[in-house]
């Protein structure tokens, strides 16, 4: 059989706890993110998503459908399939198998056209002494600087080269020191870093 499986991502991308509860993880503070600000993990659907399956040659058991609370989906022929917790290729390898008790040369094709589940999972924020904190969609390509332009930039209270980047990594919350004083002023980019969905950016205010 053949077999072939892709996903579309509306931008919306990330959740991010709170800064009030980061002491709560463990901090790992590190020179720099480095390979961490990779790929972000293959995305895995979720209760709310809605996904479309496509049966190469079979539009009668083609389905859109939302996913519903139980993870669970329906699909012609098949009946329920669990979706929720599996990416797109999975999804569709394991229906695909199942459609080949009826249908021969099977070649299903699995798209997210909605992502409700995690609404929240692909965002990024910056708090702080900012002008308008704010939790905005992850971007490809978005860096620190990025992100407090887009808060309007830094207060006059802000204390530049003490800035902090937080990203969850598994169970850990870990800590990059951020210079933007460095970045803005001198065009040094060393601390610059891409961000990835999850990330907080934290200005703190200076010391009187």
Known sequence: MKFRSRWLLPPILAFASLLSGCTSM????????????????????????????????????????PVRPDGMIS??????????????????????????????????TVIVTELNSHEYLYRVR???AVENPLSMAHRPGMTVLDLVLEAGGMTEFASPNRARLYRTDGNQRRTYPVRLDDIL???????????????IVSVPERLF
């Open 185 to 199: 002023a001198e065009g040094d980019l060393d601390t610059n870093y891409t961000l990835r969905p999850g990330d």
């Open 126 to 128: 910056v708090t702080g």
């Open 26 to 65: 463990s901090t790992m503070p590190d020179e720099g993110p480095g390979a961490e600000a990779g790929p972000v993990d293959t995305y895995r659907i979720g209760p709310g998503d809605r996904v479309q399956v496509n049966v190469w040659r079979n539009e009668d058991v083609s389905v859109d459908t």
């Open 75 to 108: 699909v012609p022929l098949v009946g329920d399939v669990r979706a929720g917790g599996r990416t797109t290729e999975e999804l569709a390898e394991t229906i695909e198998q199942a459609l080949g008790y009826y249908i021969r040369d099977t070649e299903v």
